[in-house]
């Protein structure tokens, strides 16, 4: 059930910035962009700069590789809306479809770089479980990741998970696959900060 807070709780200016992006975009903003408008000090400038930080920031991750991740979660999590957006702004950014289906299809099969694979399964672990173990790293280790790398990829299963959350909570819109489209090739050319 959609909470009515995403279509009235947002000041007169923000109101008109709305309508004003619909105009020239030809979309309505995604109810994951309106959220942070709402209590903005509380929740959505904190959020927006932590999820630029783990899906922009330097990493050893492309943004491709990071973008799959936020996938893969939203997967994991069953989040239909946050499929929805970060298959297609992982498709966009590796240019690669098909990489990008398989890997939400099947990971094991996917075609993949083990260091790649080895951390979503991580990632996998931690969504599902809430924990993940000192074996788990270890192996991602082992199969070529870095401690950098591990740590980068928990920033975004963070960042993630609490806008899975989110957008299944309050219920967010699901777009046309014409508005995941421009919504991937916008966070693609401007991030996640706003």
Request: hydrophobic residues 45%.
């Amino acid at each position: 059930m959609r909470l009515d807070i995403l279509n009235h709780g947002y000041s007169a200016g923000n109101k008109a910035l709305f309508t004003v992006i619909r105009l020239f975009s030809g979309h309505a903003l995604p109810d994951a962009a309106k959220i942070t408008f709402y209590r903005s000090d509380f929740y959505g400038n904190p959020a927006k700069a932590f999820t630029q930080q783990a899906m922009r920031g330097p990493s050893g991750w492309s943004v491709a590789d990071r973008e799959l991740m936020a996938a893969y979660v939203s997967k994991v999590n069953e989040c239909a809306f946050c499929i929805g957006a970060h298959t297609a702004t992982a498709t966009q950014a590796y240019d690669d479809a098909p990489r990008v289906t398989a890997t939400l299809e099947d990971l094991e099969s996917a075609p993949l770089e083990e260091p790649l694979r080895a951390t979503l399964r991580v990632l996998g672990v931690l969504v599902r479980t809430g924990n993940i173990t000192a074996a788990d790293l270890r192996t991602a280790l082992s199969a070529g990741a870095t401690a950098a790398q591990l740590s980068d990829a928990l920033a975004v299963a963070v960042a993630f998970n609490t806008t899975n959350t989110l957008a299944d909570v309050f219920g967010f819109t699901l777009l046309t696959p014409k508005g995941y489209t421009a919504g991937a090739r916008f966070l693609l050319k401007r991030g996640y900060g706003g």
